[in-house]
């Protein structure tokens, strides 16, 4: 158990680009969750899956943002057509129980 | 909208001190606190929780106080090391399911003087 893995650590696109990121929790956590922190800011709730289920989604989440955990496993997060405000630290946690999240050490999103 | 405050964007304390990291909530309905600590280029990793329930609760050198009254809480750390710079966040949430999701705050930098 390596803890919860982001990859790619950094990403640098350009305006209007799509990228993705993934996220590989811990094996026996059935619980995902996805955070965005801008500088200056906490992390902030994007959305949630308790196995393959996406559970709750943040109205921080627009229609250019989807996430997916296909068979409760690892889970990816595609931002389409991305604007220099999506430029944030994209993270990653996972639990097994409510509150007990591990997060992982992020994916840094650089859009220019 | 805010709903968790932390007032003090950066803490100088000297080696060896007490540290106090305070923290207000305007959200009624959160019922679970939780502080988290974190380095530069790594994510947030969990320090200490408290319940409602309860107007304290002790980990070794931390120690988290909740007055639910005045929606604020604190974190204490004592005595204060080298190790503890990092940034602090504080957390709040509702109880049970459906309410796993984490409000933070804007986090406290912590700077101990040696």
């Known amino acids: 158990d390596t803890g919860v893995s982001q990859d790619p650590r950094h990403k640098i696109t350009k305006r209007g680009q799509n990228v993705t990121f993934r996220c590989d929790p811990i094996s026996e956590h059935n619980r995902l969750y996805w955070y965005r922190q801008t500088l200056g800011q906490g992390p902030e709730f994007l959305t949630y899956?308790?196995?393959?289920?996406?559970?709750?989604k943040s109205r921080l989440l627009s229609d250019r943002f989807s996430a997916e955990r296909p068979k409760g496993s690892f889970s990816t997060l595609e931002i389409q057509r991305t604007e220099q405000g999506d430029s944030a630290m994209y993270l990653c946690a996972s639990s097994l129980e409510i509150y007990g999240y591990t997060f992982g050490s992020g994916t840094r999103l650089t859009v220019v | 909208d805010q709903q968790v405050k932390q007032n003090s964007p950066s803490l100088s304390v000297q080696e060896g001190r007490i540290s106090i990291l305070n923290c207000d909530y305007t959200?009624?309905?959160?019922?679970?606190f939780l502080w988290y600590k974190k380095y530069p280029a790594e994510g947030p990793t969990f320090l200490i929780s408290?319940?409602?329930?309860?107007d304290k609760n002790e980990d070794g050198r931390f120690t988290v106080f909740l007055n639910k009254s005045a929606k604020h809480l604190s974190l204490h750390i004592v005595p204060s090391q080298p190790g503890d710079y990092a940034v602090y966040f504080c957390?709040?949430?509702?109880?049970?399911?459906?309410?796993?999701?984490?409000?933070f705050g804007t986090g406290t930098r912590l700077t101990i003087i040696p």
């Open positions: 899956f308790q196995n393959e289920a996406q559970l709750e």
């Open positions: 408290i319940s409602s329930i309860k």
């Open positions: 959200n009624s309905m959160f019922d679970y």
């Open positions: 957390a709040a949430s509702g109880i049970g399911f459906g309410n796993e999701k984490l409000t």
